[in-house]
């Protein structure tokens, strides 16, 4: 520490004592003074502490003398004085030097004051590189300071953060970045700390990554991303900002922003983009794959293929195909949601056990970028097809395709009310009630009752001898009959037949009244002699009479044998006809005259002989007791035959012009044109409809009538089916016979072979496929679902083309429930949907199980829930105003929204017409109607029945 000097400037003279806080007086007393002492105490403080300076006045014997003083402490900065007191800020050795103005004396060697550093207050880290590169060092100095900026030495370590090594005051790092570098003092936790900040950069350019902003596994076509390169030191720490050349593939690419390096993506594909870096960096280049892939992989099942018709025998079929995704590997194949491997070639192959009817094949594949397809193809399988190729209606007919089922109710349930026909029985009853007996006998007569001898007279008349050999002939008509009387008929059906008995006649009136015209004749043969001469001649005189025979009961049974056999002949037949009457009677026969009228030759007549007349009573002739016996005796014997003659014809007319007749009028040969139900075709559509009757057969219980029925169309598809699919057993391998279970009175079966045949024409016809306006066809939707549907199909065009044929399948549904199913329906759909365009082109699969009911109302059927629903779309608009994906509608969320709408709805009931018996059957009253109730919808052995009960 530097010391005062002995002689101080004359500045410090000019101190005076009353300045100086250490002067010992302020005048001068005492000796004289020799020397001036300064002190100070402590001689060593802190920065910031003070100390006090004493001056004291000596003379020559070391006597203090008391004088003013005044002292100066050097060096002047880092320190303040006030008063004796000195506070130092600054670390360094400060000299207080008294004086004694009034002798003009210095202390010419001062006191000495020692200043140290006070304890730390801040710390700061200096770096000798703040920036350096990657791995490499530099040193850190930790500069600590007190309170008043004085550095304090030692005791010091660097702080820094994880990614920084630290080697005691020495940091790098391998990571490229800012760090915040500190440092600590022992001992001074709470001091601040002043970091300093250490940028660590890359090294050279080492590698280039080409990278692509969205990154995605694929593009689907017109999505957009950003290429980029990112280029490391040997480190591995990114070097920002080095430019390079991008190449960028053509075509399929589109470049939307150049200086960004935009791209669009405008085709399926896989493309190479690639960049190098600019001098002197042009060695290092990368390579970048996009895919572009909006596609699935491709499904392909060569066969079945869709809409095929496959027969077989029910066991398994081998189904082959291959799957193959363009651009990445199939991820995932499942075949009706059961996974089936795939080949490293793509190929796969699955057994699969159809069932009777149409079958779904439902693929779906997914790629390993989550593209998905699905195919979707159907095929009807069934032992047992009708082939149309070269056929006509008849040439398709299906034996037993109808069934007409008539009960013991039905032919007579034993109440004959005719103001309430609901029977056979009381049918006939009706009809023989109103019968026209004259136009029923009419023609018939003329049957001999009597031929006898009635007379030999002669006669003599002037010159003329007469005689005369007469003999009476009569002869029989029925004129005028009254009414039959009241008529009991029952019907009792029978194996192989019916039996049946017709009693006309009760107690009160009688069965039958006939008026008998009687022509009664007498030729007379007349030998004439006259002069000799002999003339024979003959005339007839006659006379009409009338008498009336009646008849108080008459019974006729007959038994009747009715049989058809599918390929054999239709057997009519009266096997046994019993006859019984009652109370017959005829009237006595009055007197009758007769009269003659001869005439002779001319020659007589010019010798004026003749005329002359002839007249007597029968009774002058022979006894009317015995005529009338006579004539009753064969009436009475013959009547019987007659009657019979007379009814017998009736009979076997019922047997014959009836039974039969309205069973061969079950052949029909016709055409139906289609309606236009569907839209307007270019031609008109026909379908040739035959039928004829295949069996009849009776049992106890009732009835049973077979009827073939064909239906058979111009082919209008190009289409080569095997045909019309056959039930054959619902490939059981057994089909049995359907016999009806006779709950009720009147029925009606049709054979789902019979269906399907009919859907088979329709579709072989063309009539199915075409365009069809669903708004129209619906009645319009009003702003809203039309038919209540939740979707507004208003303004739709549905254009169907039936790869398949619609089928009605009866083998897989329990209880009286039948499915409707449709393979393969390829349909383009076009219309306005919330306002947009919607467009689609989709194949549509289902199976819809519809259970039908019966009651006293009508028919009613119910919709089940689908037993699937399939929408395979081929081609679609993409979305709706952006609302909803058209795809995932059609194919995911349709046919949940149509279940949901239609499953467990119920339509009806549908009451079935009355039957105009007067309209169907000559002879009946006009108002006669049939009626069934209780109706009851079943289905047995391959029929669907419709039964009810005559009201």
């Known amino acids: 520490m530097a010391r005062l000097s002995a002689v101080l400037p004359s500045a410090l003279a000019l101190v005076t004592c009353i300045q100086a806080v250490g002067c010992t007086g302020s005048g001068v007393s005492g000796n004289v003074a020799d020397r001036v002492v300064s002190a100070v105490e402590p001689t060593q403080v802190a920065a910031g502490s003070p100390a006090s300076v004493t001056c004291t006045v000596f003379d020559d014997h070391d006597r203090v003398v008391v004088t003013p003083t005044t002292f100066e402490v050097s060096p002047a900065e880092g320190r303040t004085v006030e008063g004796a007191t000195v506070l130092p800020t600054k670390v360094g050795t400060y000299t207080a030097v008294c004086s004694a103005p009034a002798f003009e004396m210095v202390d010419p060697t001062g006191a000495t004051l020692e200043v140290v550093a006070g304890d730390p207050a801040r710390v700061t880290a200096i770096l000798d590189h703040p920036q350096v590169a990657v791995f490499e060092k530099t040193n850190v100095t930790c500069a600590v300071e007190d309170a008043y900026g004085n550095v304090i030495e030692g005791g010091t370590q660097v702080v820094a953060p994880e990614g920084v090594a630290v080697a005691d005051h020495q940091v790098s790092s391998d990571a490229v ?161 059961k996974a089936v491997p795939v080949a490293a070639d793509g190929s796969f192959s699955l057994q699969m056990l159809p069932r009777w009817g149409v079958n779904l094949i439902d693929a779906h594949a997914a790629d390993g970028f989550g ?84 007379f030999q007279q002669n006669f003599s008349l002037g010159p003329l001898q007469i005689v005369l050999d007469g003999t009476l002939q009569v002869t029989a008509s029925i004129v005028d009959p009254t009414d039959i009387g009241p008529t009991m008929v029952t019907i009792d059906s029978r194996l192989g037949g019916i039996d049946s008995s017709i009693e006309i006649g009760d107690a009160v009136d009688q069965a039958l009244v006939l008026t008998l015209q009687l022509e009664a004749k007498v030729p007379v043969t007349l030998d004439i002699s006259v002069f000799g001469f002999n003339v024979d001649t003959s005339l007839t005189g006659g006379a009409t009479l009338y008498t009336q025979v009646s008849l108080d009961s008459l019974l006729l049974a007959p038994k009747i044998d009715i049989q058809k056999t599918p390929g054999g002949q239709l057997v009519v037949e009266v096997v046994q006809f019993d006859t019984g009457l009652t109370g017959l009677e005829i009237d006595p026969i009055q007197d009758v005259v007769l009269s003659f009228d001869l005439v002779l030759p001319q020659f007589l007549q010019d010798l004026g002989l003749g ?144 269906i399907n045949s009919a859907l088979f024409a329709v579709w072989w016809s063309g009539f199915l496929n075409g365009p069809l306006d669903l708004g129209g066809l619906l009645g319009g939707g009003g702003g809203g679902g039309i038919g209540g549907l939740p979707i507004n199909l208003e303004d739709f065009m549905l254009d169907m083309d039936f790869l398949l044929t619609p089928i009605l399948s009866d083998c897989t549904a329990e209880g009286g429930s039948i499915t409707v199913q449709v393979g393969d329906l390829h349909a383009f759909i076009a219309g306005d949907l919330l306002g947009a365009p919607l467009d689609a082109e989709v194949y549509i699969d289902l199976a819809l199980p519809l259970e039908f009911s019966g009651g006293a109302d009508g028919l009613s059927v119910t919709v089940g829930q689908f037993e699937f629903f399939d929408v395979e779309v081929i081609d679609s608009t993409e979305d709706v105003l952006g609302l909803f994906d058209v795809r995932d509608l059609l194919e995911n969320q349709l046919g949940g929204i149509l279940g949901s709408f239609l499953t467990g709805q119920t339509f009806g009931p549908i009451a079935l017409p009355p039957i105009d018996l007067g309209g169907l059957i000559p002879g009946l009253p006009t108002s006669l109607t049939l009626e069934l109730g209780d109706l009851d919808v079943s289905k047995d052995q391959g029929y669907v029945v419709i039964s009810g009960d005559l009201k």
Not at 317 to 323: A, D, R, S
Not at 437 to 448: C, E, K, P, T
Not at 737 to 746: E, H, I, P, V
């Open 177 to 337: 970045g800012e760090y915040s570098i500190g440092c600590a003092v022992a001992g001074f936790a709470d001091i601040e700390v002043v970091p300093a900040t250490l940028v660590v950069t890359a090294g050279d350019p080492a590698t280039v990554e080409l990278i692509a902003t969205p990154m995605r596994e694929s593009y689907i076509v017109g999505l957009m991303t950003n290429l980029s390169w990112i280029v490391r030191d040997a480190h591995g720490n990114v070097i920002p900002n080095v430019p390079g050349t991008l190449t960028i593939p053509q075509p399929g690419i589109t470049v939307v922003d150049e200086a960004l390096h935009r791209v669009r993506f405008d085709a399926e594909g896989r493309y190479t983009f690639t960049v190098r870096l600019d001098a002197p960096w042009e060695a290092l280049t990368d390579d970048l794959t996009l895919i572009s892939d909006e596609s699935g992989p491709v499904i392909t099942i060569p066969w079945p293929q869709r809409g095929e018709t496959v027969q077989g025998q029910g066991g398994f079929l081998t189904i082959e195909g291959t799957v193959i995704d363009a651009f990445g590997e199939v991820d995932s194949f499942t075949v009706n949601g």
């Open 371 to 454: 593209n998905v397809t699905k195919l979707t193809p159907t095929f009807a399988y069934s032992s047992e097809y009708l082939s149309y190729v070269e056929k006509d209606a008849q040439g398709v007919k299906q034996d037993d395709g109808l069934e007409l089922l008539v009960g013991q109710d039905f032919l007579d349930d034993g109440d004959h009310d005719p103001t309430h026909v609901n029977d056979l029985a009381t049918m006939l009853e009706v009809l023989l009630g109103d019968l026209d007996l004259l136009q029923l006998v009419q023609g018939f007569g003329n049957f001999d009752l009597a031929n006898q001898s009635l």
């Open 611 to 754: 005329p002359y007349t002839f007249s007597f009573a029968l009774s002058q002739l022979i006894d009317l007791t015995q005529l009338t016996d006579a004539i009753l005796d064969p009436i009475t014997s013959q009547f019987l035959p007659f009657v019979i003659d007379l009814v017998e014809p009736f009979i076997q007319g019922f047997v014959d012009d009836i039974l039969v007749t309205l069973l061969e009028a079950l052949k029909l040969e016709t055409s139906i044109d289609l309606p236009e139900l569907l839209g307007p075709k270019p031609q008109p559509i026909a379908l040739d409809l035959y039928t004829d009757l295949t069996s009849v057969q009776f049992t106890d219980d009732g009835g049973q009538i077979g009827l073939g029925l064909g239906l058979y169309a111009d082919k209008g598809v190009e289409r080569e089916p095997l045909g019309a699919i056959q039930r054959d057993g619902c490939l059981t391998g057994t089909v049995a016979d359907f016999a009806y279970g006779w709950q009720n009175t009147l029925g009606g079966a049709i054979k789902t072979d019979a």
